[in-house]
């Protein structure tokens, strides 16, 4: 049986990586996914590459640290698909500096689009989701949320995404809703193929696994964790890093 059959579920930062494998995944799993990245030209590829679930795939435009278009959208989704059973909070930014050089743009577009964004979305997905009998939210952390040179911004973010999954898991127990965090190793991506050759070479060496990871690595944990068999997983972080986190 197909793990998300009849489900609805939302995938930020879907236009390409982590967010496109996640939602890819989740179509394969039979459900119906709304994809959200900032802009449509980031799903040209997107779109040629799931033509064939078109029919049970929305691609639509918003920012997530923005509230006007979040709000807009959660309007916009009540009205056209009424229903949402899963929330996955993926889009994220990386703006690196040494901290002693770090620049107030560079901090706060980071928290802004990781941790703001992620609590902008849940807040507003909290009332179509408490509707679903298995509601249910999932988090992008990292491993950096353990603290990375280099990564004051993205550390603080993605351990405050944890922070805030742990509390949404306490608060939304009662309405049938989990919240689960996933953190990521070194996975290969854009956002890890922009980083300068040395430290990529100084990344992978460290991971015990012997490989980089694959988009479909965290895709296949997301789609547990928003599967009837996470029903009674709430308030953890799954840790998908070739045990790079140890
Ligand atoms: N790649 C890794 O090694 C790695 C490791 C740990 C955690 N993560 C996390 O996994 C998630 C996905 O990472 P990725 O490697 O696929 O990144 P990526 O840069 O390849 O893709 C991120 C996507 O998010 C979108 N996005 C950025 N800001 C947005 C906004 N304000 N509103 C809507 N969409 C926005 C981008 O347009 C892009 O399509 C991120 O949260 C990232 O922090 C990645």
Known sequence: MLKLENRV?????????????????????????????????????????????????????????????????????????????????????????????????QWQSVINVNLTGTFLMSRYACNMLRKSSAGRIVNLSSVAANGNPGQANYAASKAGVIGLTKTLALELARYKITANAVAPGFIETDMTRAIPDKAREAWISQIPAGRVGQPEDIADAVVFLLSDAAAYITGTVIGVDGGLGL
Request: hydrophobic share 45%; net charge negative.
């Open 9 to 105: 579920i939302l995938v930020t930062g879907a236009a390409r990586g982590i967010g496109l494998a996640i939602a890819r995944r989740s179509l394969l799993e039979g459900a119906r996914v709304v994809m959200i990245d900032l802009n449509m030209d980031d799903f040209e590829s997107a779109r040629e590459l799931l033509h064939e679930h078109e029919s049970r795939m929305v691609l639509k435009a918003c920012d997530v640290s923005n509230e006007d278009c979040v709000k807009e959208l959660f309007v916009e989704l009540k009205d056209s698909i009424g229903a949402l059973d899963g929330l996955v909070n993926n889009a994220g930014i990386t703006r690196d500096n040494l901290f002693m050089r770090m620049s107030m743009e």
